[in-house]
């Protein structure tokens, strides 16, 4: 049930909750999107921390939520649009980010330099 503090999110939490989605779902949006995206190694980070089974579930479903909206393919302010298109994005991911900084460890940032470097159609694996 949505709160007056959740409006608009619905559909974010809703796809976070099925995490084979989010997964396949992701993957095929960065690829498409990568050269636009200035947030590329956060986002790859978040990913990597939000699928780690270390990591407690409280922090992944926020990661996941924050994946989700970055994957859906309406938001706030459309993607295509030129430097605007993924400020809601950015904006999203950098709160889940501060909530839960302290479960992304340097392994995952490390893994998301690395997924970088040797190009995102191999960093699936």
């Not at 909750?17 to 978040?46: C, G, H, M």
């Not at 706030?76 to 605007?84: A, G, H, M, R, S």
């Amino acid at each position: 049930m949505a709160s007056e503090h959740s409006v608009g999110f619905e559909p974010a939490e809703r796809l976070a909750q099925d995490r084979d989605s989010v997964r396949r779902r992701f993957w095929s949006k960065l690829k498409r999107v990568i050269a636009n995206v200035p947030f590329a190694e956060d986002l790859l980070a978040a990913y990597y921390c939000a699928f780690d089974k270390q990591t407690p579930r409280h922090v992944q479903a926020s990661l996941l939520g924050a994946i989700a909206y970055f994957i859906l393919p309406f938001d706030f302010i459309p993607d295509v649009l030129p430097v605007l298109g993924f400020t809601d994005d950015a904006a999203v991911l950098a709160t889940a980010i501060r909530i839960v900084a302290a479960y992304i460890t340097p392994e995952h940032r490390e893994a998301a330099r690395t997924a970088l470097k040797r190009g995102i159609e191999n960093a699936e694996t």
